[in-house]
């Protein structure tokens, strides 16, 4: 039977060799054919851990650290470990109920499971941290804490300047694709912090861990063979000068405006004062949110940065430039005089601009005393001079100057959200009134700075800047140098000296003695500092908010010492009422004095301090608007108010609304065309009572208002730019 | 003829030894790497007991002890006493019911205090043994079909204790009886129909019908070209070709999608596909019409998440092992735990993720060796006893080894049958070590005609 069957030990042989074939096969196309596997294998086994550089420090001119980084700890949990932890004191000191505890737990799990740490409660304040620290091992294990580097500003100063990092969100993902950031990495969002963040950030470094399938790190792959250090970010040197800086804080206390100081020699900014402003270090520790949406919703506006994305007109802060083209076109000289028997008549039956102090000045004393007439009569030979053959092309060679001074557009300055200001152009006018419809007239109110024309205080400060240097200057700009070298060219561009026209120093001779006068004996004797000669101008703005006229702002800005300028200052008080010489002045002074002198030590002076710093000259609108916003929270529920301070958020960080903005003016300017076609005749369209002040009330003020209303809607639209941060009620 | 022979260096089959070492060392070295990590002291935790590869070293000193032990006996003591060991095994079996303690689902184990023995894995020593005792008895005629039914008895009588322990994979392994009863004689028809139907159908899990259907056409043409002589001089055989496609072709075209579809409820037939790996491709139209898509892709995440999860799991793990592996404790997918019992019933795994290709075909032509070589010692026996004894062995070592390997690859549902010699457990390593030491001494005793 047995040798009947013989055969059969083949078939069972050949079963046997026929299987492990089949599995060797399934094997090769398993193992080296597919690289499917390979690739889920990575993912699910392998975890690249980014390792975070400490951000960049930031230091001012004497090299003190006005931006670096310090630890917060996190407290971490590791919800597998849960068990026997005394979660009522943990509860009591994070002031939360069990509740609450319970759900972060789950979510916890729901997002990293079990086994894996996660926080618990981010950025532990100082006074829980102190708590726990005391009874941290009635939470171990489950509970640790784990430092995280946070930004500090030792000096609680410059917040605008230096800006704010915080969490990207999906639009910052989206703009920056290939920059290897993701969700929940920390990005500069606002100041110095944006517009450096490629050399602050420093490299990050990646580890390669192994993870389990609990999703827990287990131990580094291959002993870290694949991983890549991290390099620290890039230290920047700044010019800013953080007492200065700290001084001008403390004067626009209470008050709505700007200051920014310039080094005139390097364009180096030396201060850059945005008032209110915040303390900085709100935006770091673990309240962040919280203070983020309050300080966002606060009618005053502190987040926005006044110095570069607020415009003003520049009122007769704009002489000056005037008289400089005046001159250098050759329609005036030094001593031509022009003569004001009360306001200015050149334009025939239009409504005439007045003049505060009647008789005939030359160019010196016109600066010295804001001559309204002087240089009505000046910018009407500009633009009406034979020597171009039409309107557009004298109105074109006056904003090719005006552009040449930093005017009208983007200087170029380090820090975000700059904007263009307004110097209106023959397009312009061609857009607003029809081509043809205009002349010197219509616009003449901007040859005092009133008007159509806007701008920044920084271009105003670059402009002092210009003149002090007799035609030059350099494109202004907050950081100087940086550790380890300029790897992406940032810097290179604020070395490049610009020289807009040439203009002979005999011209800027002229503008310097005027702007002498102005301090010595003129609207600016508030400025005076004792054995300083300063050079200066002032200004006082009339505006409108949603059309109704507000208190004047007060503008200062000036250069001194006369000779070798070393600061080239402006400042602006918004809506302070009376003259560019009452508020503006006296803090213009001071800030000069602190910054040539390094100390103020003076009582007089340190009285004038604390005097001019307790002066609350915010206007009632923004009391009124807090109150609404109160009585708003009551009503609605906070999650709305947190909304909204996502949508700030987002619109902070986009920067898209700058030219959104401009746009919208133009098309908003053009709506108002047709009601401007009819009285063509400029009879309407002055804005007589520019420099009028409010003490000295004419009997006919009231008729002018009535007539100027076309003009009060235009300007509502300026001031809107201002304030656009607050309309969204 | 028969000489006492009381040393056991002497005329025993080393290859097998040797073999069994090699492969039992693989196993002890791979069950390492998915336990220990860089970190830990590697004598200490060798020596301490508590981890698994300790566990396993401790378990192969004791295999080896046994085999020693099994080296002294009398080779008759294999004769006499089959029919008791095979009535104790059965009374084990019995006993789980009482005595059982539950491990993974199934109550098939007894405590033993410092390891659980599982009876139906020890029971196939006694039944190789007492199949071999009925076959090699003078009087069996096993060309009568009442020997037939009576050998078929002795093999499948655990399956139904098996079955009741909730044990289906260590209770089809008793099929694999059917080899050496094939070898005496046993008709070939339930043979090639048991392994036609059980490749028919994984491969009708595995590939879509519609290419199944195109390869079967080309199968029958194909034979039909090579047997067209002998179909000239007999044409039934041509009946027989026509007549298997066609039941293929039902089978497969129509048979088993209807029963996916109407006699299966959904849920079973999720289950069995997930055994493989598979999405159910018979899902309905009008099944799918009655769930959303979001519950529809909620059933799917949840499957993929839970019962696919561990075949894929091992697919990625042997898969991106490459050519020559990531090197041996650098598998991530291993030291990662992702694929769940992995010391045991996958790992095989391991060595796929750490050794690559190269280590898993070393491994497969190990276990060919093996296998081949106990063939070779079958067929060299003198007495129907050894040779039925050799056969039973080399078709578990088969069963197990193609059933584990194919379901660690895809090829096979997942039924929980251990790696010989390589995976995790005192039980299964025991069994082997006696069922592979029992044949080494049967056959230095090959001399002696054995009943």
């Given at each position: 039977?047995?040798?009947?069957n013989?055969?059969?030990?083949?078939?069972?042989?050949l079963?046997?060799?026929?299987?492990?074939?089949?599995i060797?096969?399934?094997?090769?196309?398993?193992?080296?054919?597919?690289?499917?596997?390979?690739?889920?294998?990575?993912?699910?086994?392998?975890?690249?851990?980014?390792?975070?550089?400490?951000?960049?420090?930031?230091?001012?001119?004497?090299?003190n650290?006005?931006?670096?980084n310090?630890?917060?700890?996190?407290?971490?949990?590791?919800?597998?470990?849960?068990?026997?932890?005394?979660?009522?004191?943990?509860?009591?000191?994070?002031?939360?109920?069990?509740?609450?505890?319970?759900k972060?737990?789950?979510?916890?799990?729901i997002?990293?499971?079990?086994s894996?740490?996660?926080?618990?409660?981010?950025?532990?304040?100082?006074?829980?941290?102190?708590?726990?620290?005391?009874?941290?091992?009635?939470?171990?294990?489950?509970?640790y804490l784990?430092?995280?580097s946070?930004?500090?500003?030792?000096?609680?100063?410059?917040?605008?300047?230096l800006?704010?990092?915080?969490?990207?969100?999906?639009n910052?993902?989206?703009?920056?694709?290939?920059?290897?950031?993701?969700a929940?990495?920390?990005?500069?969002?606002?100041?110095?912090?944006?517009?450096y963040e490629?050399?602050?950030?420093?490299?990050?470094?990646?580890?390669?861990?192994k993870?389990?399938?609990?999703?827990?790190l287990?131990?580094?792959?291959?002993?870290?063979?694949?991983?890549?250090?991290?390099?620290?970010?890039?230290?920047?040197?700044?010019?800013?000068?953080?007492?200065?800086?700290?001084l001008?804080?403390?004067l626009m206390?209470?008050?709505?405006?700007?200051?920014?100081?310039?080094?005139?020699k390097?364009?180096?900014?030396?201060?850059?004062?945005?008032?209110?402003?915040?303390?900085?270090?709100?935006?770091?520790?673990?309240?962040?949110?919280?203070?983020?949406?309050?300080?966002?919703?606060?009618?005053?506006?502190?987040?926005?940065?006044?110095?570069?994305?607020?415009?003003?007109?520049?009122?007769?802060?704009?002489?000056t430039?005037?008289?400089?083209?005046?001159?250098?076109?050759?329609?005036?000289?030094?001593?031509?005089?022009?003569?004001?028997?009360?306001?200015?008549?050149?334009?025939?039956?239009?409504?005439?601009?007045?003049?505060?102090?009647?008789?005939?000045?030359?160019?010196?004393?016109?600066?010295?005393?804001?001559?309204?007439?002087?240089?009505?009569?000046?910018?009407?030979?500009?633009?009406?001079?034979?020597?171009?053959?039409?309107?557009?092309?004298?109105?074109?060679?006056?904003?090719?100057?005006m552009?040449?001074?930093?005017?009208?557009?983007?200087?170029g300055?380090?820090?975000p959200?700059?904007?263009?200001?307004?110097?209106?152009?023959?397009?312009?006018?061609?857009?607003?009134y029809?081509?043809?419809?205009?002349?010197?007239?219509?616009f003449?109110?901007?040859?005092?700075?009133?008007?159509?024309?806007?701008?920044?205080?920084?271009?105003?400060?670059?402009?002092?800047?210009?003149?002090?240097?007799k035609?030059?200057?350099?494109?202004?700009?907050?950081?100087?140098?940086?550790?380890?070298?300029?790897?992406y060219?940032?810097?290179?561009r604020?070395?490049?000296?610009i020289?807009?026209?040439?203009?002979?120093?005999?011209?800027?001779?002229?503008?310097?003695d005027?702007?002498?006068?102005v301090?010595?004996?003129?609207?600016?004797?508030?400025?005076?500092?004792?054995?300083?000669?300063?050079?200066?101008?002032?200004?006082?703005?009339?505006?409108?908010?949603?059309?109704?006229?507000?208190?004047?702002?007060?503008?200062?800005?000036?250069?001194?010492?006369?000779?070798?300028?070393?600061?080239?200052?402006?400042?602006?008080?918004?809506?302070?009422?009376?003259?560019?010489?009452?508020?503006?002045a006296?803090?213009?002074?001071?800030?000069?004095?602190?910054?040539?002198?390094?100390?103020?030590?003076?009582?007089?002076?340190?009285?004038r301090?604390?005097?001019?710093?307790?002066l609350?000259?915010?206007?009632?609108?923004?009391?009124?608007?807090?109150?609404?916003?109160?009585?708003?929270?009551?009503?609605?529920?906070?999650?709305?108010?947190?909304?909204?301070?996502f949508l700030?958020?987002?619109?902070?960080?986009?920067?898209?609304?700058?030219?959104?903005?401009?746009?919208?003016?133009?098309?908003?300017?053009?709506?108002?065309?047709?009601?401007?076609?009819?009285?063509?005749?400029?009879?309407?369209?002055?804005?007589?009572d520019?420099?009028?002040?409010?003490?000295?009330?004419?009997p006919?003020?009231?008729?002018?208002?009535?007539?100027?209303?076309?003009?009060?809607?235009?300007?509502?639209?300026?001031?809107?730019s201002?304030?656009?941060k607050?309309?969204?009620? | 003829?028969?000489?006492?022979?009381?040393?056991?260096?002497t005329?025993k089959?080393?290859?097998?030894?040797w073999?069994?070492?090699?492969?039992?060392?693989?196993?002890?070295?791979?069950?390492?790497?998915?336990?220990?990590?860089?970190?830990?002291?590697?004598l200490?935790?060798?020596?301490?007991?508590?981890?698994?590869?300790?566990?396993?070293?401790?378990?192969?000193?004791?295999?080896?002890?046994?085999?020693?032990?099994?080296?002294l006996?009398?080779?008759?003591?294999?004769?006499?006493?089959?029919?008791?060991?095979?009535?104790?095994?059965?009374?084990?079996?019995?006993?789980?019911?009482?005595?059982?303690?539950?491990v993974n689902?199934?109550?098939s184990?007894?405590?033993?205090?410092?390891?659980n023995?599982?009876?139906?894995?020890?029971?196939?020593?006694?039944v190789?043994l007492?199949?071999?005792?009925?076959?090699?008895?003078?009087?069996?005629?096993?060309?009568?079909?009442?020997?037939?039914?009576?050998?078929?008895?002795?093999?499948?009588?655990?399956?139904?204790?098996?079955?009741?322990?909730?044990?289906?994979?260590?209770?089809?392994?008793?099929f694999?009886?059917?080899?050496?009863?094939?070898?005496?004689?046993?008709p070939?028809?339930y043979?090639?129909?048991?392994?036609?139907?059980?490749?028919?159908?994984?491969?009708?899990?595995?590939?879509?019908?519609?290419?199944?259907?195109?390869?079967?056409?080309?199968?029958?043409?194909?034979?039909?070209?090579f047997?067209?002589?002998?179909?000239?001089?007999?044409?039934?055989?041509?009946?027989?070709?026509?007549?298997?496609?066609?039941?293929?072709?039902?089978?497969?075209?129509?048979?088993?999608?209807?029963i996916?579809?109407?006699?299966?409820?959904k849920?079973?037939?999720?289950?069995?596909f997930?055994?493989?790996?598979?999405?159910?491709?018979?899902?309905?139209?009008?099944?799918?019409?009655?769930?959303?898509?979001?519950?529809q892709?909620?059933?799917?995440k949840?499957?993929?998440?839970?019962?696919?999860?561990?075949?894929?799991?091992?697919?990625?793990?042997?898969?991106?092992?490459?050519?020559?592996?990531?090197?041996?404790?650098?598998?991530?997918?291993?030291?990662?735990?992702?694929?769940?019992?992995?010391?045991?019933?996958?790992?095989?795994?391991?060595l796929?993720?750490?050794?690559?290709?190269?280590?898993?075909?070393?491994?497969?032509?190990?276990?060919?060796?093996?296998?081949?070589?106990?063939v070779?010692?079958?067929?060299?026996?003198?007495?129907?006893?050894?040779?039925?004894?050799?056969?039973?062995?080399?078709?578990?070592?088969?069963?197990?080894?193609?059933?584990n390997?194919?379901?660690?690859?895809?090829?096979?549902?997942?039924?929980?049958?251990t790696?010989?010699?390589?995976?995790?457990?005192?039980?299964?390593?025991?069994?082997?070590?006696?069922?592979?030491?029992?044949?080494?001494?049967?056959?230095?005793?090959?001399?002696?005609?054995?009943?």
């Open positions: 039977m047995p040798v009947y013989e055969s059969r030990k083949y078939t069972i042989r079963i046997f060799i026929s299987l492990i074939v089949i060797i096969l399934r094997l090769f196309t398993l193992q080296i054919l597919s690289s499917k596997y390979k690739d889920l294998a990575e993912d699910q086994g392998m975890f690249r851990k980014v390792i975070y550089p400490d951000r960049g420090i930031v230091f001012d001119r004497k090299k650290a006005i931006l670096q310090t630890n917060i700890s996190d407290l971490m949990v590791t919800p597998n470990k849960l068990k026997g932890i005394d979660t009522i004191s943990l509860c009591n000191i994070l002031e939360i109920d069990t509740a609450q505890f319970r972060r737990i789950i979510e916890l799990i997002k990293n499971g079990r894996r740490p996660s926080i618990f409660e981010p950025l532990l304040s100082k006074e829980k941290m102190a708590k726990l620290n005391e009874s941290m091992f009635k939470f171990t294990p489950a509970f784990q430092d995280r946070v930004r500090t500003f030792p000096y609680n100063a410059a917040a605008n300047v800006g704010y990092t915080a969490e990207v969100d999906t910052f993902l989206k703009k920056h694709p290939d920059e290897g950031y993701v929940g990495d920390y990005a500069g969002m606002t100041g110095i912090e944006r517009s490629k050399v602050l950030m420093g490299q990050r470094g990646i580890e390669y861990w993870r389990d399938n609990k999703n827990r287990t131990e580094r792959l291959e002993k870290g063979i694949y991983d890549t250090l991290s390099i620290a970010g890039q230290n920047l040197y700044t010019s800013l000068d953080i007492e200065l800086q700290e001008g804080e403390k206390q209470n008050k709505l405006g700007a200051i920014v100081a310039i080094d005139p390097t364009g180096g900014i030396l201060a850059m004062v945005s008032a209110p402003t915040y303390n900085p270090n709100y935006l770091t520790g673990s309240e962040r949110r919280k203070r983020f949406s309050e300080l966002f919703l606060n009618p005053a506006l502190p987040l926005l940065n006044r110095t570069v994305s607020a415009s003003y007109s520049p009122g007769s802060t704009f002489k430039l005037q008289a400089l083209i005046g001159l250098h076109e050759g329609v005036i000289e030094t001593n031509t005089r022009f003569s004001c028997s009360g306001a200015f008549y050149g334009c025939g039956g239009a409504k005439p601009m007045r003049c505060l102090d009647v008789g005939t000045f030359d160019l010196r004393n016109a600066i010295t005393i804001s001559d309204n007439t002087y240089f009505a009569n000046v910018m009407q030979r500009v633009i009406n001079n034979p020597k171009y053959p039409s309107l557009d092309s004298a109105l074109s060679k006056w904003n090719g100057y552009h040449g001074f930093g005017l009208g557009r983007k200087l300055v380090d820090v959200s700059e904007k263009t200001g307004n110097i209106p152009t023959p397009a312009y006018y061609d857009k607003v029809g081509k043809g419809h205009w002349n010197f007239c219509t003449r109110s901007i040859s005092i700075g009133q008007g159509e024309v806007d701008v920044t205080p920084l271009q105003v400060a670059n402009e002092m800047a210009y003149i002090a240097n035609g030059w200057y350099y494109t202004p700009h907050v950081v100087d140098s940086m550790d380890g070298g300029d790897k060219n940032l810097l290179g604020f070395k490049n000296k020289v807009p026209t040439y203009i002979p120093d005999s011209i800027f001779e002229a503008v310097h005027g702007m002498q006068g301090v010595d004996r003129g609207t600016g004797a508030g400025a005076k500092v004792k054995d300083i000669v300063i050079c200066g101008k002032t200004g006082t703005v009339e505006n409108y908010f949603r059309g109704v006229k507000q208190q004047n702002h007060s503008f200062f800005c000036g250069f001194a010492p006369r000779d070798n300028p070393k600061i080239a200052i402006m400042c602006v008080v918004e809506n302070s009422g009376r003259f560019g010489g009452t508020y503006a006296p803090i213009v002074g001071l800030m000069i004095e602190k910054y040539l002198k390094d100390s103020i030590t003076e009582k007089p002076r340190l009285d301090i604390e005097q001019l710093s307790k609350n000259l915010m206007p009632p609108r923004i009391a009124i608007e807090l109150r609404k916003q109160d009585s708003l929270r009551h009503s609605k529920d906070s999650a709305y108010l947190l909304a909204k301070g700030k958020t987002i619109r902070d960080t986009t920067g898209i609304d700058e030219d959104q903005i401009d746009k919208d003016e133009l098309d908003k300017a053009k709506k108002d065309k047709p009601e401007k076609k009819q009285p063509l005749t400029d009879s309407s369209l002055s804005k007589s520019a420099i009028l002040p409010k003490e000295k009330p004419k006919d003020s009231k008729k002018n208002k009535g007539k100027t209303k076309p003009d009060s809607k235009k300007n509502k639209h300026k001031s809107k201002d304030t656009k607050n309309k969204h009620k | 003829m028969y000489q006492k022979n009381q040393t056991i260096s005329d089959d080393w290859i097998t030894i073999l069994f070492t090699i492969i039992a060392f693989i196993g002890l070295v791979c069950i390492f790497s998915v336990e220990f990590r860089t970190n830990d002291d590697f200490k935790s060798l020596f301490a007991f508590n981890k698994n590869y300790s566990k396993q070293f401790f378990y192969l000193i004791l295999c080896f002890i046994i085999a020693t032990f099994i080296l006996m009398d080779s008759k003591i294999f004769t006499a006493t089959p029919n008791i060991l095979y009535v104790v095994g059965i009374l084990l079996m019995i006993s789980t019911f009482v005595l059982g303690k539950t689902g199934s109550r184990w007894i405590p033993l205090g410092f390891m023995l599982q009876p139906v894995e020890t029971c196939k020593i006694f190789s007492a199949l071999a005792k009925y076959l090699s008895r003078p009087e069996t005629d096993f060309s009568k079909t009442k020997s037939q039914l009576i050998a078929s008895g002795i093999c499948f009588l655990p399956v139904i204790f098996s079955l009741l322990q909730n044990e289906t994979g260590l209770a089809l392994v008793y694999t009886f059917l080899l050496p009863m094939y070898r005496e004689g046993f070939p028809v043979l090639i129909l048991g392994i036609s139907l059980g490749v028919l159908l994984i491969l009708t899990l595995l590939l879509p019908s519609l290419h199944l259907l195109i390869g079967l056409t080309v199968l029958a043409f194909l034979s039909f070209y047997l067209r002589l002998k179909i000239k001089r007999n044409r039934s055989i041509l009946m027989v070709i026509f007549i298997s496609w066609a039941v293929s072709a039902v089978f497969v075209g129509l048979a088993v999608p209807f996916f579809k109407h006699v299966f409820q849920y079973q037939a999720d289950r069995i997930s055994m493989v790996g598979r999405d159910n491709p018979y899902v309905t139209a009008d099944t799918a019409e009655l769930t959303s898509p979001e519950i892709a909620e059933n799917k949840a499957k993929t998440d839970t019962e696919n999860y561990n075949v894929k799991q091992s697919k990625i793990a042997i898969g991106s092992g490459g050519l020559f592996g990531k090197g041996f404790l650098k598998g991530t997918q291993t030291q990662g735990d992702f694929v769940p019992e992995q010391h045991t019933d996958f790992i095989f795994t391991s796929g993720e750490n050794f690559g290709f190269v280590g898993c075909t070393i491994l497969m032509l190990l276990y060919l060796a093996l296998l081949l070589r106990i070779f010692i079958a067929e060299r026996q003198r007495s129907t006893f050894s040779r039925v004894y050799a056969y039973s062995v080399a078709a578990i070592i088969f069963f197990h080894v193609a059933i390997i194919c379901m660690t690859i895809g090829l096979a549902p997942v039924i929980g049958i790696l010989p010699l390589m995976s995790y457990g005192g039980s299964s390593l025991i069994t082997f070590t006696v069922l592979i030491f029992i044949l080494v001494k049967l056959d230095s005793d090959r001399q002696m005609v054995l009943r």
